[in-house]
């Protein structure tokens, strides 16, 4: 089975740090993915990579950056943390099919178990 | 671009009766389309995807659902819920953009 795996389920953090969120994956999936959970707003996803060092900005990528410094292992990080920026984490990885462009496109997600992250 | 709405952000039902969750799509080429469950406190797990093969996709846990390319439908259905089916369901369009998700009740 996949394994994602989140460095932290839990964290808290003061208004202006700079906080890392840390996801590997064991499968040697070429792409990852974080997402943002919010009730009522599904989830909303703010970078993506299909390679190493690469990166593509999803639908709400202002306030985050992201590393991808090794094939397993993806990061997103808060500059500069904010109350806004409270939310449930999630990490993926998927397969990349060959022809089907950066994005398989029909790879199903798999998901980590999420970092709930409380600003303050 | 694609996009995909849940029709219903709650839906209620009782235990042996049919469970209907809505889901339209939007997108400029054939999609790709999955549903996900998220039971609570737990990661999120594939139900079900359909890539252009069969139009009725059979998935786990007796879930199913139908692509209607006319209706830019991808429904999800159950015969009969079980009180294990309670939790929040999404409709993703092209693998990575997930509907606001709808929450699932099960009445005894």
């Known amino acids: 089975d996949v394994k994602v795996t989140q460095s932290s389920r839990y964290l808290v953090k003061r208004t202006g740090e700079k906080v890392f969120l840390e996801c590997v994956q064991d499968m040697d999936h070429e792409n990852m993915f974080w997402y943002r959970q919010d009730p009522g707003l599904g989830l909303r996803l703010i970078y993506f990579?299909?390679?190493?060092?690469?990166?593509e900005k999803g639908d709400i990528p202002e306030g985050y950056s992201v590393s991808r410094e090794k094939k397993e292992r993806f990061s997103l990080i808060l500059e500069s943390a904010s109350t806004n920026q409270t939310s449930m984490y999630l990490c993926a990885s998927s397969i990349s099919h060959p022809g089907q462009g950066n994005l398989g496109g029909n790879s199903p997600l798999h998901f980590g178990n999420g970092t709930r992250l409380t600003v303050t | 671009a694609q996009s995909v709405t849940q029709l219903d952000s709650h839906v209620s039902v009782s235990e042996g009766t049919p469970v209907l969750l809505r889901c339209n799509y939007s997108s400029s080429y054939s999609p790709s389309l999955f549903w996900y469950v998220q039971h609570p406190n737990k990661g999120l797990q594939l139900l079900l995807k359909y890539t252009s093969a069969a139009t009725l996709v059979k998935g786990i846990n007796g879930f199913e659902a139908e692509f209607k390319k006319s209706e830019t439908s991808f429904h999800l259905t159950k015969p009969s819920a079980h009180m294990s089916d309670a939790a929040e369901y999404f409709c993703v369009v092209s693998e990575v953009r997930f509907g606001a998700g709808t929450t699932v009740t099960v009445r005894a």
């Open positions: 990579s299909y390679d190493v060092k690469m990166k």
